[in-house]
């Protein structure tokens, strides 16, 4: 579906455990080399060009043993990568602090405001979120808040709020050609 629409800002979640936990050492650099850049590929056939952003599940690659390998990677295809510095992350719009609790107030309109208000930096800044739609045959510990967070990004106080806050709705495909195009070679 992205394919039918090649302004959308698709980017690489590069995952090693997934939700049912399966091990992968984060400490072997040639295992994360060999499975990032096996990810990597993937995306790369699927979507017939690069990403536009990259991360990952459980932000595997925030540990320090990963970061330098990622990096290396990811550097030469000119795109933020979640902790870079590139874009500012801030990550609070989430339900569910403790496994499979569900805290419908983190969020909530009132929350994601005061995220705006308070939490955005000048530049570029990320808001993570996991909006979405149940399913048939789909299976999640974050279902019920996938819509929770999307019935809150679509509530009208919120564009009432980035528009008090002087803020600018933007993809990374925004940033990858403003930013991208002065950094890349």
């Given at each position: 579906?992205?394919?039918?629409?090649?302004?959308?800002?698709?980017?690489?979640?590069?995952?090693?455990?997934?939700?049912?936990?399966?091990?992968?050492?984060?400490g072997?650099?040639?295992?994360?080399?060999?499975?990032?850049?096996?990810?990597?590929?993937?995306?790369?056939?699927l979507?017939?060009?690069?990403?536009?952003?990259?991360?990952?599940?459980?932000?595997?690659?925030?540990?320090?043993?990963?970061?330098?390998?990622?990096?290396?990677?990811?550097?030469?295809?000119?795109?933020?990568?979640?902790?870079?510095?590139?874009?500012?992350?801030?990550?609070?719009?989430?339900?569910?602090?403790?496994?499979?609790?569900?805290?419908?107030?983190?969020?909530?309109?009132?929350?994601?405001?005061?995220?705006?208000?308070?939490?955005?930096?000048?530049?570029?800044?990320?808001?993570?979120?996991?909006p979405?739609?149940?399913?048939?045959?789909?299976?999640?510990?974050?279902?019920?808040?996938?819509?929770?967070?999307?019935?809150?990004?679509?509530?009208?106080?919120?564009?009432r709020?980035?528009?008090?806050?002087?803020?600018?709705?933007?993809?990374?495909?925004?940033?990858?050609?403003?930013?991208?195009?002065?950094?890349?070679?």
């Amino acid at each position: 579906m992205a394919r039918e629409h090649p302004g959308l800002a698709v980017g690489l979640h590069w995952d090693v455990w997934g939700e049912d936990e399966r091990e992968f050492d984060v400490g072997d650099e040639g295992a994360v080399r060999d499975e990032f850049l096996r990810q990597l590929d993937a995306f790369h056939g699927l979507m017939g060009k690069a990403p536009t952003h990259v991360d990952s599940h459980k932000h595997a690659h925030f540990d320090e043993r990963a970061f330098p390998v990622v990096h290396e990677i990811v550097e030469p295809l000119g795109v933020p990568l979640r902790g870079d510095g590139a874009v500012e992350f801030v990550g609070g719009f989430y339900a569910q602090w403790e496994w499979e609790v569900t805290e419908l107030e983190h969020v909530s309109v009132e929350a994601l405001q005061g995220i705006l208000r308070d939490e955005t930096a000048d530049g570029w800044t990320e808001i993570s979120c996991h909006p979405g739609y149940r399913w048939p045959g789909f299976s999640s510990v974050y279902h019920a808040e996938r819509e929770a967070e999307l019935a809150t990004l679509t509530d009208p106080a919120i564009r009432r709020t980035l528009d008090e806050c002087g803020l600018r709705l933007a993809s990374y495909g925004d940033w990858v050609a403003v930013v991208g195009s002065r950094t890349c070679a």
